[in-house]
Each structure stands twice: as structure tokens, then as C-alpha cells.
């Protein structure tokens, strides 16, 4: 309590134990929005990657293609797309290479494309590696 001389030692201690733990659990979530910040930037990074596999690929099914795309899945490796001058730059953040392909098919008259990626700390959901030899 407070007396004539102000602070005790007691309160005082009390008071900057509160102060401390409210400083830290700030920090702690302060540290969770950059992080969470930093993994909504690297997951747009990726599926625009994928995004740009898939129109490079449509773009090398409607001028390049020369089989009749059906209900069966093909298989366009990036070194395919190479090829025609429709590769993309497959690398993460960091610069680190990264594999990937795309998944063709026809169904019901429209074209249906899908683009994997892998790469160290990002890997598309149902990328199958023996798809990108």
C-alpha cells in the first residue's frame, strides 16, 4: 500500500511481475501475426506458380497438343513446356529450385488442368512425385 515514502518494495515487485507477463504475451502475439503474415505471402507465391503452370499448360494443349485430350489424365512436365517457350520460373522464396508438373484431362467438352508444385517448405496437395520424372 501506499504509506508517507510512496512505493513499497512489495508493490513495486507486483506491479512489474504484471507489467512483464502483459509484455510478454504481446510479443508472443505480435511474433504469431508477422509469422501468420509470412505464410499467407508464401502460399500466394505458390498457387500463383501453380496458376501460371496451369495457363502455360492450357496454352501447349490448344496450340502444341497434337493427341485428342480425353477423360484420361495426361501428364505435361514443366521440360515440356520448356520446350515451347511456356516454362516458369519454379523456385521458391529463397531461390531454391522446385519441381513440379501438370494434370490434363477433358471432361463433359471442357479442359481441366491442374498444377503441382514441390518445393523444400511448400508442396501442393496430391502432388505425386513419380508424375514429375
Do not use: H, P
Not at 513495486?12 to 501468420?36: E, K, N, P, T
Not at 506458380?49 to 502444341?64: S, T
Amino acid at each position: 500500500m501506499l504509506n508517507k515514502n510512496g512505493w513499497g518494495l512489495q508493490e513495486m515487485l507486483i506491479l512489474s511481475g504484471v507489467l512483464v507477463l502483459f509484455l510478454i504475451v504481446a510479443i508472443f502475439f505480435i511474433y504469431r501475426l508477422y509469422a501468420d503474415m509470412g505464410n499467407e505471402f508464401n502460399n500466394d507465391y505458390y498457387v500463383s506458380m501453380e496458376e501460371d503452370l496451369e495457363r502455360n499448360a492450357l496454352i501447349y494443349l490448344e496450340d502444341y497438343y497434337n493427341d485428342t485430350l480425353t477423360s484420361d489424365e495426361v501428364t505435361i512436365a514443366t521440360e515440356v513446356l520448356e520446350q515451347y517457350d511456356l516454362g516458369v520460373i519454379l523456385s521458391d522464396s529463397m531461390g531454391r529450385d522446385c519441381s513440379g508438373y501438370v494434370v490434363a484431362s477433358k471432361s463433359m467438352g471442357k479442359t481441366n488442368v491442374k498444377g503441382y508444385i514441390s518445393c523444400s517448405n511448400y508442396t501442393t496437395e496430391g502432388y505425386e512425385e513419380w508424375r514429375d520424372n
